[in-house]
């Protein structure tokens, strides 16, 4: 096998990966905050790690990953100013802390679920570990923090080569709202905030710094710690980590734990810092104030299956910005349909062969070059694709090769059944033997060469958001209107 190439944001290179322990690899996610549906751009950044995590299991390394829930201690701005986000949004609407949280974050594995994204071995949820956070800042407190009323701080001062993975972090935190006077440095953050006097929080603590909630960092250095143990391998995350959230969690990991050297990849806290591209709308980079709100859910209300939009995904390298677009997810779709028929195809005549034989093993060769070329999926698929085209192999066989990509891509090929491919869009109005039916009529009317009858049926279907299709090369008789 090909030795497998990440792209390391510390290093800003290429790196060979080796593991911390042999033969394993621990990775961490930074999770959702739940104080809201994640948009389909959040959801890019869980089906990058979970490629991540194929391709290290694909590569024989026995994966442990872990993604945290965020329920508490995010604010509204990352740098240190603004309110909590599910604090704002339990105001918002009236409603308990605990059940907003608990509301998104099963939106969210929802999401995880429909996009065939595999469980982590931990799902860490951060309000479960606030002894841990409040013990590892006690642990720092004295050599690399100072309490100000609104909290205890971390002075970034403290620790060399501050914000060396950001590349320019020294300036961030000035210019910024809600300044906090009395810091020694700007971009030095809160690891506990102290609840104000007179304000109440629905969440709060007490601790050796007056009764609060810990910040956002200090909890992706816990949790990140306690179960994966310093150095992991590899920390990921949106490419806004790379900035403040992830440049302040490896302060804290190098205060807490770490030689505090120079050497970058023994002191912070995971060797290899990998982020994923933003996913844009024309107008700017996606989020959840802006727009048409691009949650999963609303792409299956318009009738596309929700793996459309993994193949989207895939389609583009990770580190590359992608442009959302109806026309785009709707070119991914009729791609995984064609993948889906190809499989489903060979499924009708056989049972997946115990392995792929020789005639594929130049394709599967090709395969983990592309993969292993931190995570060149746009390639892989396209070998997959042309896997798909051979002509003349044993069909267990060639199952046997799409079940070994699958692994790494994840499109469920082995099991995605074809008509599970054409969602019926919400607002449709008509059952599918309805429309069926009307296809039947319409087809003996054009067979009678009674084209007025067939138009009239025509216009039908499309008053219900239905499109005959006449002679589509994929044999879909219908499809809906988007
Ligand atoms: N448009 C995007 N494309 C890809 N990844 C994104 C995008 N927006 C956020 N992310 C990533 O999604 C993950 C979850 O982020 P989080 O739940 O904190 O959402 P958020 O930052 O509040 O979202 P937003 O600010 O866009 O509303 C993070 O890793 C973040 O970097
Ligand atoms: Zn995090």
Not at 70 to 80: E, I, K, N, Q, S
Not at 425 to 443: D, H, S, Y
């Amino acid at each position: 096998m090909t030795d497998l190439r990440l792209f390391n944001s510390l290093t800003r290179q290429l790196e060979t990966f080796t593991p911390v322990h042999p033969g394993e690899a621990r990775v961490y996610t930074c999770g959702p905050t739940v104080y809201n549906y994640p948009h389909i751009g959040n959801m890019r950044a869980y089906v990058f790690a979970d490629v991540l995590g194929r391709t290290l299991s694909f590569k024989g390394y026995t994966l442990t990953h872990v993604i945290n829930i965020t329920d508490v201690g995010h604010l509204t701005d990352d740098a240190d100013a603004g309110e909590d986000k599910m604090e704002r949004m339990a105001a918002e609407k009236a409603q308990s802390i605990w059940d907003i949280a608990r509301h998104y974050t099963e939106a969210y594995w929802a999401d995880i679920k429909a996009l065939n994204i595999r469980q982590p071995a931990k799902w860490t949820i951060a309000t479960d570990y606030i002894e841990q956070m409040i013990q590892f800042a006690k642990d720092i407190a004295d050599k690399h923090c100072y309490q100000l009323d609104s909290g205890l701080y971390f002075d970034v001062a403290t620790v060399a080569d501050y914000g060396r993975l950001a590349r320019a972090v020294t300036e961030d935190g000035e210019g910024r709202i809600d300044e906090v006077a009395g810091k020694r440095n700007a971009a030095d953050f809160a690891i506990w905030r102290t609840t104000p006097p007179g304000e109440t929080r629905q969440m709060e603590w007490d601790s050796p710094w007056g009764r609060g909630a810990p910040g956002w960092h200090l909890e992706c250095s816990v949790m990140s710690g306690a179960v994966l143990g310093f150095p992991f391998d590899i920390h990921t995350g949106g490419i806004d980590h790379r900035e403040i959230h992830h440049p302040n969690e490896i302060a804290q990991n190098q205060a807490h734990c770490c030689t505090n050297g120079l050497d970058v990849a023994a002191n912070s806290g995971a060797n290899v810092w990998m982020h994923n591209n933003f996913l844009v709308e024309r107008s700017g980079k996606m989020s959840k104030s802006s727009g048409e709100f691009l949650r999963l859910q609303l792409l299956i209300d318009k009738g596309y299956h929700p793996l459309a939009y993994r193949m989207l995904c895939l389609q583009a390298h990770y580190r590359s910005e992608l442009e959302f677009s109806w026309d785009g997810l709707g070119a991914a779709l009729t791609r995984l349909k064609r993948l889906a028929m190809a499989t489903a195809a060979l499924r009708a005549q056989a049972e997946p062969a115990e392995a792929a034989g020789a005639r594929f093993a130049e394709h599967l060769a090709r395969f983990d070059a592309a993969v292993s070329d931190d995570l060149n999926t746009a390639v892989a698929l396209t070998v997959m694709e042309e896997v798909a085209a051979m002509k003349k192999v044993d069909a267990g066989e060639k199952l046997a090769a799409f079940a070994t990509m699958d692994a790494v891509l994840g499109l469920g090929l082995l099991t995605l059944d074809r008509t599970e491919l054409r969602l019926r869009p919400k607002a449709a109005t008509m059952a599918e033997a309805e429309i069926n039916a009307i296809l039947a009529q319409r087809k003996e009317a054009r067979a009678a060469r009674d084209f007025a009858t067939s138009d009239r049926l025509r216009d039908e279907l499309a008053a219900q958001g239905v499109d005959a299709m006449d002679g589509d090369p994929l044999g879909w008789d219908w499809k809906l209107d988007t």
